[in-house]
T-cell receptor, first 111, second 114 residues
Framework: SQQGEEDPQALSIQEGENATMNCSYK?????LQWYRQNSGRGLVHLIL?????REKHSGRLRVTLDTSKKSSSLLITASRAADTASYFC???????????FGQGTELSVKP | DTEVTQTPKHLVMGMTNKKSLKCEQH?????MYWYKQKAKKPPELMFV???????INESVPSRFSPECPNSSLLNLHLHALQPEDSALYLC?????????????FGPGTRLTVT
């Protein structure tokens, strides 16, 4: 089944550094979304990028999408300890609201 | 109000018990979802309701029974669960069950089956 694969699985950086997470998927999509999950809590939507867009920004977040390579990246600039969380990409399965989540990247930002 | 609420926060139940998880949203969203999430894994879709009708059932065992009494409420009835059903159960909603809409998640119910 279509599924996003993310790398790295875990990332540890110092506050102030940039964090880059990558997501690859298998089949064509309408859009790709990124979500954040703090430990044991619900997911929070970060950004949605449509298949005809190449780059999108939201505050300290920058998302790129390369449909030819079936990949996306999430860049968090000037990271903060509060950015410590798991980050998931999610692709649509072309079936009524169904999202397929990648395995996630666990980000740890050390103060 | 952009909040999805879930009750209870934690639930411990035996394999012979019957319990229900509840989810509520007041954003006027017409699509609601149940996900199951095991530790250090991504959420896995269980059910999708669109306009109060079940539109997707991801081959979930019948011991999980969803119900959508109205457009704001979503329940998940649990009966005769197994220990491997222990997980975080997440509810979500979106404006529409179409691919272009972000999903809003509740904080989840941590379920332990003993």
């Amino acid at each position: 089944s279509q599924q996003g694969e993310e790398d790295p699985q875990a990332l540890s950086i110092q506050e102030g550094e940039n964090a880059t997470m990558n997501c690859s998927y298998k089949t064509s999509i309408n859009n790709l979304q990124w979500y954040r999950q703090n430990s044991g809590r619900g997911l929070v939507h970060l950004i949605l990028i449509r298949s005809n867009e190449r780059e999108k920004h939201s505050g300290r977040l920058r998302v790129t999408l390369d449909t030819s390579k079936k990949s996306s990246s999430l860049l968090i600039t000037a990271s903060r300890a509060a950015d410590t969380a798991s980050y998931f990409c999610a692709t649509d399965a072309r079936q009524g609201g169904k999202l397929i989540f990648g395995q996630g990247t666990e980000l740890s930002v050390k103060p | 109000d952009t909040e999805v609420t879930q009750t209870p926060k934690h639930l411990v139940m035996g394999m012979t018990n019957k319990k229900s998880l509840k989810c509520e949203q007041h954003m006027g969203h017409r699509a609601m979802y149940w996900y199951k999430q095991k530790a250090k894994k991504p959420p896995e879709l269980m059910f999708v309701y669109s306009y109060e009708k079940l539109s997707i059932n991801e081959s979930v065992p019948s011991r999980f029974s969803p119900e959508c009494p109205n457009s704001s409420l979503l329940n998940l009835h649990l009966h005769a669960l197994q220990p491997e059903d222990s997980a975080l159960y997440l509810c979500a909603s979106s404006d529409n069950a179409a691919v272009y809409y972000e999903q809003y998640f509740g904080p989840g119910t941590r379920l332990t089956v003993t």
